[in-house]
């Protein structure tokens, strides 16, 4: 889960390890429904991008309802990814995701996309920077690129654990 071009379908393909499988957006936002990818022993089900820009009103509600009740009650959810632009504070729309996880009480992997869009310097600086914006420690928060596969196998092996779990 993440807003639209956080790099969503790029990690999936990345994590799955098949160019061309989750598709990468040219129009963020128009994909309304759930697709679900097989990752033995569990299912990696991608939501709808949020919080884009020009998506109607009566798009965004119907994406509220979709998104806030699989969250909220979807009994087979194990976890929840949850992605971020290590780059960019949180949105209103991602502070609004943080605050229906926590009401929810899903286990959450946060992850950083983009990593590679910083100097190794920039990038410790901006996870400090993500932590303390979203009120967790730099140790609960998965740095990645997708472009650079850094992070991705670590990934990988923290979700398939919370799936095991
Ligand atoms: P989605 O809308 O969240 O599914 O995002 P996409 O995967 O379609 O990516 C949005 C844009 O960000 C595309 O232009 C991608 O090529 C780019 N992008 C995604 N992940 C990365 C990354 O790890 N590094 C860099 N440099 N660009 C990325």
Partial sequence: MGRSNVGKS??????VGSKG???????PGKTQHLNVYGLPPCYLVDLPGYGWARAAKRDRESYR????????????????????DIRHPPSTDDRRMQDLLVVANRSVLTV?????????AQRHAAIRQ??????????????????TGLGIADLG?????ACSD
Avoid: C, F, M
């Avoid at 790029?10 to 994590?15: K, W």
């Avoid at 499988?21 to 129009?27: C, E, I």
């Avoid at 993500?130 to 472009?147: C, I, Q, Y």
């Fill in 21 to 27: 499988l989750a598709r990468v957006s040219g129009t």
């Fill in 112 to 120: 950083l996309t983009k990593a590679d869009k910083l100097s190794q």
């Fill in 10 to 15: 790029s990690l999936l393909n990345a994590l």
């Fill in 65 to 84: 309802a979709l998104v806030d009740t699989y969250i909220r009650h979807r009994t087979t959810l194990r976890g929840v990814v949850w992605l971020l």
């Fill in 157 to 161: 092996e923290s979700i398939l654990a």
């Fill in 130 to 147: 993500r932590a303390a914006d979203l009120g967790l420690t730099v140790d609960d928060l998965h740095p990645t690129s997708s472009s």
